[in-house]
């Protein structure tokens, strides 16, 4: 098995737990160092290195279906699917065939500063963006922080694009229309949040910032709010005793304007090359699905120790997971409510495609110069378009 270096400990305890249910199977797994984790996995592809379960991310499917094994007509995937959540299982799915069981789900929400906002004489969570501005302002207004928001925008693995998408999904639109222009909402999202930094709101040296980087500002207790995904609201994190100032005091919440959201998977897949198929096949059930005894194994260890929500539906109501969820400033039925609405990436941008990827990184150069002033929202949707349409006509 091919996986990547995260919690390596928990990862080998599951598979601990697997050899002794299934005598005679025995699992050497390779780990790889996130960063790399793409390109190994190509490389070690088209080298022939014998491999049978990896771990793939949403956004690489359509790059690598060519060679994972379609799950869809294995023993038992069929009533797994029945159980997935929406998200998950769309996630999964590339050209109507099946390539993954769950590893993980997440969402992008807001953490929420409620010492701060307490502070600040504030009654809730933003509901719109039009009052989140307003309360930016009340807490710069009060010298409680010199710039209240802050964001993941630097790329490294996922970047700004995200939040973007988020935004969007949240007014109920799509970031690029079917002709690749970008949407009224699209726009209006890019206005919106070049605007806080023209006001003061975001700090440009922020801009510097990816998704670890952000949340670990936040975790200062120099911010009011961060969008960004759910985990980085967990003990390891916001909600960290140990290292994070805002620790019982940051909340998660739901995104503005009462649309939804987005969310993404990571899935445990099949190398279509496996000379071990139906032991692969059992481990990734045992992994991403359920163990002999009908009982899902990995969710609730993987959300009480590693933060990393699930594919499946019910798992909130599991003791254990209530608790954690709470412990990290998250209200289990809220957290639940939106792994369930949350839309995956390709509904509102080609996430699929395969040009996709080559676009995204381009695109968050392009918001970087948005939200340092170095380009209109106007200019940089023009250049998000022009770009999308070259590489589209390019792949077709």
């Known amino acids: 098995m091919i996986a990547w270096n995260y919690q390596v400990e928990t990862v080998q305890g599951f598979v601990s737990e697997f050899e002794a249910a299934n005598p005679g199977v025995k699992v050497d797994v390779e780990f790889i160092p996130s960063a790399q984790y793409v390109a190994k996995v190509v490389l070690e592809e088209k080298a022939q290195t014998p491999f049978d379960v990896l771990y793939v991310f ?3 499917l359509s790059q690598w279906a060519s060679w994972l094994q379609p799950l869809d007509q294995l ?5 797994l699917q029945s159980e997935m959540l929406p998200l998950a299982r769309q996630s999964m799915i590339y050209d109507g065939k099946l390539y993954g069981l769950p590893y993980y789900t997440a969402y992008f929400g807001i953490i929420f500063n409620q010492k701060m906002a307490d502070a600040a004489g504030l009654k809730q969570p933003p509901q719109t963006y039009a009052e989140w501005l307003d309360q930016a302002r009340a807490v710069k207004q009060k010298g409680l922080s010199k710039s209240p928001l802050v964001w993941p925008v630097k790329y490294t693995g996922w970047g700004g694009i995200w939040v973007i998408n988020t935004m ?14 970008v949407t009224r909402e699209g726009i209006a999202s890019l206005t919106w949040w070049a605007d806080t930094y023209k006001e003061g709101l975001s700090n440009p040296d922020d801009l510097s910032l990816d998704p670890n980087d952000s949340a670990r500002a936040f975790m200062s207790g120099d911010y009011l709010s961060i969008l960004t995904t759910n985990f980085f609201a967990g003990p390891q994190w916001a909600n960290s005793q140990k290292s994070s100032k805002t620790a019982g005091t940051a909340a998660l919440v739901s995104v503005p304007e009462g649309h939804t959201t987005v969310g993404f998977a990571r899935m445990y897949s099949m190398n279509g090359g496996s000379t071990h198929k139906p032991e692969a096949w059992r481990l990734l059930q045992f992994l991403g699905g359920k163990d002999t005894h009908g009982r899902f194994v990995t969710p609730e260890h993987w959300v009480e120790q590693g933060t990393l929500t699930w594919g499946y539906k019910g798992i909130e109501a599991i003791p254990a997971v209530a608790a954690s969820l709470r412990s990290w400033g998250a209200d289990p039925a809220n957290v639940a409510a939106n792994l ?6 390709d509904q509102v941008v080609p996430f699929q495609a395969v040009w996709y990827a080559e676009w995204e990184q381009y695109a968050n150069g392009v918001l970087q110069d948005v939200l340092g002033g170095r380009q209109t929202p106007e200019q940089g949707a023009s250049l998000w378009s022009g770009r999308a349409k070259a590489l589209a006509a390019r792949y077709r």
């Open 75 to 79: 023993p038992g995937a069929q009533q």
């Open 340 to 345: 369930a609405a949350a839309v995956p990436m």
């Open 58 to 60: 949403d956004n690489v």
């Open 168 to 181: 969007v999904a949240s007014r109920g639109g799509k970031l690029l229309d079917p002709n690749l222009e």
